[in-house]
């Protein structure tokens, strides 16, 4: 007997046990019924990201079963992981191989323990390896015709939807169909383009544009809905990006769902990541006017019939001696988060990814810039902070 795994019923047996009568006076008297089950009362799920490693360790292993009811794959589902270039060149059909043995681990994983995945994503440009746009998935070969890349994207999109679902079903409740197509400014879009879909990124060409066509983001999500209509069409299809808050790009991002949604609803809701602060400064973090303006972006989503998930939630600080102000922050992003569904839900699913401090962290780390040393909701032992007791607190 694997005495680390609970049953697959454990979730629902949990939420019957939660029953709370007088309202919460101080921090110690706030239950500590799981995070996820007080996120249920205000419509929304409870996630965080995992990795292959990451879901071996027992420490681990416990929190997220405590306290999440929804769990993301840091890479392993992002089609440069999954495609296999060997295989691939050796298919007659043109079409690509896939080893699905690392993201199948971590489906597993939330199988066992009654846990649903935010799957995450079909279509990504960034770390996209050139290949997968070539004749014969030959880095030296020559860039494919749209039509047939329309064919290997269809393709690509079928075969994955299709794998999880037959393999683990209904453990995915939703697929980040496109990740990033909107450009922040007009430097790495065409200037006439009110959509500002992406041609580029940090001087890397986004080959989906070049080799499809602006409108590679409708197709990716016509294929996936072809494929989530055949095999779960419970399964919903998000749009995911960062800056969703922001103008610019909320507005382009509106522009470009809208008009994909104009003849039938292809995407269903916006994932909104979540990096909230200063990118790997102390400067910009904790600013009260951004959590205005989420609030906001919910709202403006909303009104185009969409739904909103937060991500990848990062709220991001550098500095120790903030932590204090790091836990308001926190309450108050939080108290904003419950708001939103306060009328009518249009909030489903928040993940959290800045989820664990670590102090250590080399300063010149993507992930030290990405998610800040200390923007945690628990320490580095793994053991609660002020952050998880203020999420308890606002969501009880
Ligand atoms: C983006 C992606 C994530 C992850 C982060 C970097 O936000 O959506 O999957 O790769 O970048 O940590």
Known sequence: ILLTLTPACSKQTAATQTVKSAEPQTAAEISTAPLYEL???????????????????????????????????????????????????????????????????????AQENGIKMRAH??????????????????????FVDRDFMLKRLEYYIN?????????????????DVVNEAVADGTNECNADDERMIRTSRSGTTNHFYTVIGPDYVEQAFKFARAAVNKTNPEIKLFYNDYN??????????GKLIQSINRDEKLCDGIGMQGYVGGYGKQEGCMNPNDIKLFSQAIKFYADLGLEAH??????????????????????????MLA?????????????????VDNAVMPKSSYEYKMNGPFCGIYNYNLSKKEECKRIEKVLQ
Not at 89 to 95: C, E, K, L, P, R
Not at 133 to 142: L, M, S, V, W
Not at 316 to 329: G, Q, T, V
Request: charge should be negative; include cysteine; hydrophobic fraction near 40%.
């Open 310 to 335: 937060v991500t990848e939630l990062a709220l991001r600080n550098y500095d120790n001696s903030k932590a204090a102000e790091h836990a308001d922050f926190y309450e108050k992003f939080f108290q």
């Open 339 to 355: 708001e939103a569904n306060k009328e009518k839900t249009v909030l489903t699913s928040v993940s959290i990814w800045g989820l």
């Open 39 to 109: 996120a249920a009362k205000h419509g929304f799920k409870f996630g965080t990201v995992v990795n292959p490693q990451s879901i071996k360790k027992i420490a681990f292993q416990s929190m997220i079963k405590n306290d999440f009811n929804s769990i993301t794959a840091s890479n392993e589902f992002k089609a440069y992981s999954l495609l296999a270039q060997g295989p691939s060149m050796n298919n007659a059909q043109g079409m690509p191989v896939m080893n699905y043995s690392q993201a199948d681990a971590i489906a597993k994983f």
């Open 244 to 253: 969703t808050f922001y103008t610019p790009k909320k507005e382009a991002i």
């Open 121 to 142: 994503v079909l279509v990504w440009d960034a770390y996209m390896p050139d290949w997968f746009f070539r004749e014969g998935f030959r880095g030296d070969g020559a």
């Open 159 to 175: 075969e994955v939807v299709t794998h999880f679902e037959e393999n683990f079903p209904g453990v995915i409740y939703c697929w």
